[in-house]
Structures are given as structure tokens and as C-alpha cells.
């Protein structure tokens, strides 16, 4: 293991413990500090060394006073973001309320402020929130009024109804003195995804997060645990910060264990929890409690060549975005039958797919036409 | 004796010895440090200026004089950026 992963393990270890029993100095290491610093940017854990900065000066004594004051410049600038966050979210409460728009609040400010002993350990890029398809207008006039503009990316493009039809995900952006970037969800998994969760349990499943002192509506503990389970491996873990989120989540004594494996079952998601078993042992070097339960406790760890300690800790993502919808869902789903329905799905979606995302408009969409389209795809796994 | 007292509109944080103000109105934000902070964290309308300016003096081990001059600064740079009101 190089020394910046062993020093992002150590960094895991302590975040969960917050003292760690068994006191390792690491004095002969030498750390390349702006590799470091990049590293610990990329899996967005730098206030988290600031914060843990007196147990890590003790076990990694070479690590410059710089390092540090970087981390808490890193930190005083989440703090402040946190705020402006806060602040925010409370205006769209209000304007969401007033035009009667039901929302759930999802992620980054949820969990900063119920899993981490200050809000600005946890960084985060944007607000999400998830909106019933049928607010979506009125979401979008809401957050034009207050100054936001959807975002000119790939989803902008695509007409109003496929954007419904395969659930993307809209990201508004308000650039004054302060940015403040928007997610609007849908659906918490489309058409095309691994999973399909059945997005109206989750409405009726929800309770109330207080951030910044204020009630917000959120998703119940299990089903928000059973998403960022999904969501964490659907990025293949590229984040250490999700795995310490999902960790510490899961280490939440008031997480009812018994509906949390009920939801694991329902959506067929063991493998996915027995891989973070293994991940958790090795990078935390403990399971969270709720693993030892009378539910959890017969999922045995299963290794995986790649979702795996080392490919987090490394935090290279091996493949193209595109790459890695077809092949982590072929690791975590489980079941010959599943994958190769799932792999038959991604090679030869239904004709409308292809109509709605490649077709031409004066390209006739026969058979002939949509194997050629598909020819490229077929070609590019053949290659993986 | 004037007595100065925090707008509505900032919110304000502490980190470490730092404090953190945004102006929710504009959206500007500002740090202030140690000494600031602890000005600040008085301005809270309960006192007037020479009760505030003897504690400075007396946590910072500083004379009245200084800590009135480095006070009124702090004020009118306040007041300027509309942080703070005159109660």
C-alpha cells in the first residue's frame, strides 16, 4: 500500500473510532504532500484531516504544519459554504411550501448534518433534492424566480419529455456571490439502471431532518441507507467520503437493521452490502455495529477483483463513465440470470432507446439501422 | 454611549477562533479573527462601547487607548458593509 493510501486508511480508521485503541506512528514515511492534498480533495475528506488533525500529527509526525493549514483552509471555506447552504434551504422551504411543491431532501446536507460532529466535515457540491415528475414546472419557475438557470449540460439538450421518460437528474445553477448548485431528482433510478426501486414506497417513507436547525422532509433512515448503498457502488466507491458516510450511517444506533435487510432482499441487493462488508473490514478494520445483528450477521464478506479496498483507496475510477454502467452492475448484481438480462438490456435496448438518444431524424429506424447503431457499443465491449 | 448591535440578516458561525458572518441579504460573506470574533460575539445589544472596549482591553492584555482605537475601526468597517446596527 503506498503511504497516501495507508495515511487515507488511518484517516477512515479514526474517523469511525474517534480515537483509535491501537496507536501506530508512522515516523520513518514520507508523504509527496501535494499528492496528498490532491488525494484527500478528490475523496473530499479534507476537513476531516483538519478536524482529526492532533491524532494524525501524532501518528504521521512528519506531515508538515502546511499540510494542515491547508486542510483548514479547505475546511473554513465548508463552513461557510454549510452556511450558505443552510440559508438557501430555507428560502426554497418556504417557496416550495408556499406553491405547495412536496420535495425530500437526499445526500450531501443530510448527511453532514446527522452523521458528522460538525456539518462542515462533510463537503459536498450541490443541493439534491427529489420532486414528484408532475412539480417539475413549477420547481423550475420556483428556482428561475430565485435566479437559477438549468445548467447547459449534456441533459439540457433533451426535450422535456425524455428527460421525464428516463428520469435525469437537472442541475440548476445560481451564480451570484455565492454559487449554489441545484440537483433536482425524479427518480432515484431510471429505466436503464440496475435497480429499480420502487420510487413510491420511498415518498410514503419519509421523516424529518433538522439542518441548521430547521425541519426539512428527507427519506426514512433505511430507504436513504439503501439508496446511498446504491448510489455509492453505481460510482464504484470513488469517494471515500460515501464510504464513511454509508459506514457511519450504518452505525446509527436508531437504523432499524431488521427493514433495512427487508429492503437489501426486496431490491436484490445483498451482494452490494456483502462487498462493502469486505471493503469496511479492510479499510476501517472493524464492520459497523449494525453488521453484528441477528439480520446482517449471515451475509459473509465476498471479495470483489474490482470494487475493492485498494481500487478506493487509489481512487482512480478504471473506466470511462460509460464503461462503468456496463461493468459494475455486472460485479455487484447478483445472479448469472440478472447480469446477463441486465448485460442483454444495455446491448440491445428497446428500439425507443435508441429512437430517443441516437437516431436522427431522418434516419428510418429499422432493424438495419438499429444494429448499425448499436454496432459501435457491441465493439467497445467486445474490447473491455 | 452608542451601543451597536448585530443585523438580523447575518448569519454568523464560529470555527476555532474565527468567526464566520454572511450576509444573507447580498450573499457576501466575511472572516474575522480572534479579536473580531470575540467583538462580535458581544455585539449583541447588551452593552454599549466603553463596557465592550474595557473587556477587550482587559482579555487581550492591551491599554483602553489601543483597544478603543482598534474598537472604533472595527465598527465603522462593520457599519460600512451594514453588519451591525446602531441600537
Not at chain 1, 475493492?308 to 445472479?335: F, T
Amino acid at each position: 500500500m503506498k503511504n497516501e493510501q495507508l495515511f487515507l486508511s488511518q484517516l477512515c480508521k479514526i474517523v469511525v473510532n474517534e480515537k483509535v485503541s491501537a496507536f501506530h506512528e508512522f515516523k520513518e514515511m514520507t508523504f509527496n504532500e501535494p499528492l496528498l492534498i490532491k488525494k484527500c480533495n478528490y475523496h473530499q475528506v479534507l476537513p476531516l484531516v483538519y478536524y482529526y488533525r492532533e491524532e494524525l500529527q501524532k501518528q504521521f509526525p512528519v506531515l508538515s504544519e502546511d499540510f494542515f493549514r491547508q486542510a483548514r483552509t479547505y475546511s473554513v471555506f465548508n463552513a461557510t459554504r454549510v452556511m450558505v447552504y443552510e440559508n438557501f434551504l430555507a428560502e426554497l422551504d418556504k417557496k416550495l411550501s408556499e406553491r405547495q411543491i412536496e420535495y425530500r431532501i437526499l445526500k450531501g446536507l443530510v448527511m453532514a448534518s446527522e452523521l458528522y460532529p460538525a456539518s462542515y466535515l462533510r463537503a459536498f457540491g450541490d443541493l439534491d433534492i427529489i420532486v414528484k415528475p408532475e412539480s417539475i414546472t413549477r420547481l423550475n419557475d420556483v428556482l428561475t424566480d430565485l435566479g437559477f438557470q438549468l445548467s447547459e449540460d449534456l441533459y439540457s439538450v433533451f426535450p422535456e419529455s425524455i428527460i421525464r421518460k428516463y428520469s435525469f437528474a437537472r442541475h440548476y445553477i445560481r451564480s451570484t456571490a455565492t454559487n449554489i448548485a441545484v440537483d433536482v431528482h425524479l427518480n432515484l433510478s431510471g429505466k436503464l439502471h440496475a435497480f429499480q426501486f420502487d420510487i413510491e414506497d420511498f415518498w410514503k417513507n419519509s421523516r424529518s431532518v433538522k439542518i441548521g436547525g430547521r425541519s426539512y422532509p428527507t427519506f426514512s433512515n433505511e430507504y436513504l441507507t439503501v439508496y446511498l448503498l446504491y448510489h455509492a457502488f453505481k460510482h464504484h466507491y470513488f469517494k471515500l467520503m460515501w464510504l464513511i458516510d454509508f459506514f457511519k450511517v450504518m452505525d446509527t444506533p436508531t437504523l432499524d437493521v431488521g427493514e433495512f435487510e427487508r429492503l437489501i432482499v426486496e431490491y436484490k441487493m445483498e451482494k452490494l452490502w456483502r462487498i462493502f462488508i469486505r471493503i469496511c473490514d479492510e479499510i476501517f478494520g472493524q464492520l459497523p455495529v449494525s453488521a453484528a445483528s441477528p439480520f446482517l450477521v449471515k451475509y459473509s464478506p465476498i471479495d470483489s477483483r474490482h470494487i475493492n479496498a485498494g481500487s478506493v483507496l487509489r481512487g482512480v475510477q478504471p473506466y470511462s463513465p460509460s464503461k462503468a454502467r456496463i461493468i459494475l452492475p455486472m460485479v455487484y448484481l447478483s445472479g448469472f440470470g440478472r447480469k446477463t438480462r441486465f448485460l442483454f438490456r444495455q446491448l440491445f435496448p428497446p428500439r425507443e432507446v435508441i429512437r430517443d438518444f441516437y437516431c436522427r431524424k431522418d434516419l428510418a429506424l429499422n432493424w438495419r439501422n438499429y444494429f448499425k447503431l448499436r454496432k459501435k457499443t457491441i465493439l467497445e465491449m467486445m474490447n473491455l | 454611549m452608542s451601543v451597536h448591535k448585530r443585523a438580523d440578516e447575518i448569519e454568523w458561525k464560529m470555527f476555532d477562533d474565527e468567526s464566520l458572518l454572511l450576509n444573507i441579504r447580498t450573499g457576501f460573506y466575511f472572516r474575522l479573527n480572534a479579536v473580531g470574533s470575540y467583538i462580535w460575539s458581544n455585539l449583541d445589544g447588551s452593552r454599549n462601547d466603553n463596557e465592550i472596549i474595557r473587556m477587550i482591553a482587559d482579555t487581550f492584555d492591551t491599554t483602553s487607548e489601543q483597544a478603543q482605537t482598534d474598537y472604533r475601526a472595527f465598527i465603522a468597517e462593520l457599519s460600512q458593509e451594514k453588519l451591525i446596527l446602531n441600537v
